[in-house]
């Protein structure tokens, strides 16, 4: 239906796009930094490694305000390739869906209205103390979460934080899942063995090994993770209660899936993956594959291309660069199902190189 | 209809009342402290002056956790009256309202999860500067209010902050409006005199006089006024363009309507005040008259009556203590119109009774 990609288990996510189609979503970001992104070579997610702390800020105000105010311009990889929320920003104004935001800790704020669950930015995972006071924040996460499910249809829930998919690694190797060369990367050539190493290095410092936290993902997330991560399972935590959740990113969400399935499991049932055609067509990880170790969860993949786009910095997503971040493979499948399909692909694309080229040109998307 | 007050402009009241009656309210609760609440015998909304600190965090715990968490018991007056969110909780729970909570500045934070909107609490407005970056703190709760307008039927937005009748005639007689003895008071015996003598220190300080702010409702704010009223009046502006909003308050919310006049005045057209029985029956001040002044807003009264309660805290509230707060009157009302009259006055009652009853055996209300 309206050119949606199923990519793992159909049936089940065909299931969810008819019971949702033409109902009201909220949108919910979850942002948050940790300085694992700025070890050289991690991160894409800004131009420097030391910019990664402006980019989670910068991309919620661009959907707030169609520009960015922590940051001239946007936030863009070392080879200028430009964010996804541009993907998510387009999406959302196209379709009215209301968005809020939640920090599970940041360096920097956005001026923005967002709810701060907490007021540090996560550690490098190298030191094996990675986030402070986890149970605290998804605690807090939840209780939103159980306010939004009440007034809306169904949440879709994304994340930005650079540097995510390493501590991605490290929950999953704690928690003993065969994660190793599967995480995505926002950069087209993975570096897997870099990742691999940091892990080990938090691991150490920690004084686990592989699987060790198997069933203790608040133990691992404290340890290894990310303070994205919490915020964004207690909002799941709240909300799948009551109403179905789309989970909206790449790799990470497998993270989100195993904290889920440790903590409540039958939550999941009310779960969908959604995220990017660029996501699951990647040669360099493996979603489905980690998906089917933890959990059964359907995926559902935006059919965005950028290949007819008329800007270089768009075209280049079809080279592996970027790939998903912010929602933005979710909040495109949930635009075209307010829509019921009034929006397409093709609005879509059109929308989102218009957007593109007014960023560079004014620097502001009315 | 359900037995509400029409205390002014019955057929507006009636209006609003036909148009949301069964459909999903949120409430929002602006919370916010001024040192100003601590100039001895300013406020009764806490045991010692310095204690006001806590009473808005605690508030909104008691709201969300059916216990306070950042002191032990629940807010109350030196002579022990309970806070008006034991009103508000009871309402919220009968009727499945969600609520969210928005912060101007606060000096303890409340261990729920909240939209900070800005770091600090009010000054003393003696000192002539009341609070930083009105602006700001106005323009980030609009956006917030706007996205909540796009997933509910109407908006229900409390305040809690102590000292916040004394800001409120501050602001208004800096916009010029004849205010001194017309205003509210969590006493029996309203501190008038005392009230006049600190906003006169402070229109001293700030070098400005009756009338002088008539046209710049953010310069009064930001020289005697406090931090919730840039938050409140944004998330008004935000709402009410798409939506009918009820402001549930006191004497506090004429300030508002003060300052939503001169900003934006045909967003007033979507405004109604919601308020209890002991503020219009009060006879230390005047709130329609009031309301007269600055626009003809509808004003809804909540027929809570507490003469038959079975426990003296409660009953004091018939002898002019507290009166309201934490939106406890337009929540009451908000939950028997969304109810369709299901829930009534008597089962408010009986609710409320059973409550206070929990929190002072066990402390907490399940």
Request: proline share 6%; net charge positive.
């Amino acid at each position: 239906m309206y050119g949606l990609i199923y990519a793992y288990r159909r049936g089940k996510g065909e299931k969810f796009v008819k019971e949702v189609k033409g109902k009201k979503p909220v949108f919910v970001c979850v942002i948050a930094t940790t300085e694992t992104a700025k070890i050289p070579g991690i991160s894409a997610a800004g131009r420097y490694p030391e910019l990664t702390d402006y980019t989670p800020p910068a991309d919620v105000e661009l959907l707030f305000y169609g520009k960015c105010k922590c940051i001239s311009g946007i936030p863009v990889t070392p080879e200028g390739i430009p964010t996804p929320a541009i993907i998510t920003m387009t999406a959302l104004k196209l379709s009215n869906i209301p968005v809020f935001v939640v920090s599970g800790g940041l360096k920097i704020k956005p001026k923005i209205p967002f709810i701060g669950l907490a007021d540090k930015p996560g550690m490098d995972i190298r030191t094996g103390k990675a986030v402070e006071n986890v149970e605290e924040i998804l605690n807090k996460a939840k209780l939103f979460g159980e306010n939004l499910a009440k007034i809306s249809d169904y949440l879709v829930v994304g994340e930005s934080i650079p540097g995510g998919t390493t501590t991605c690694l490290g929950v999953l190797l704690a928690m003993g899942y065969d994660a190793k060369r599967k995480i995505s990367s926002s950069m087209p050539e993975n570096p897997h063995n870099l990742k691999v190493k940091v892990v080990e290095e938090g691991f150490k410092k920690a004084g686990i090994s592989f699987g060790a936290l198997k069933e203790d993902p608040i133990k691992a997330v404290s340890l290894v993770g990310d303070p994205m991560m919490p915020a964004f399972s207690g909002l799941v935590l709240g909300a799948a209660k009551e109403k179905p959740v789309l989970i909206a990113g790449g790799t990470q969400m497998v993270a989100i899936l195993a904290i889920l399935k440790t903590l409540k499991p039958d939550i999941l049932e009310n779960v969908v993956i959604g995220t990017t055609r660029w996501i699951i067509q990647d040669k360099n990880s493996d979603l489905k594959g980690l998906v089917d170790q933890v959990t059964k969860t359907p995926i559902i993949a935006a059919n965005l291309n950028f290949s007819k786009s008329k800007h270089d910095g768009l075209k280049a997503y079809e080279y592996g660069v970027v790939k998903e971040g912010v929602g933005a493979g979710g909040v495109a499948i949930a635009s075209i199902l307010k829509s019921k399909g009034k929006i397409t692909w093709k609005i879509l694309l059109e929308k989102i190189d218009e957007n593109y080229e007014k960023l560079i040109g004014m620097g502001k998307v009315e």
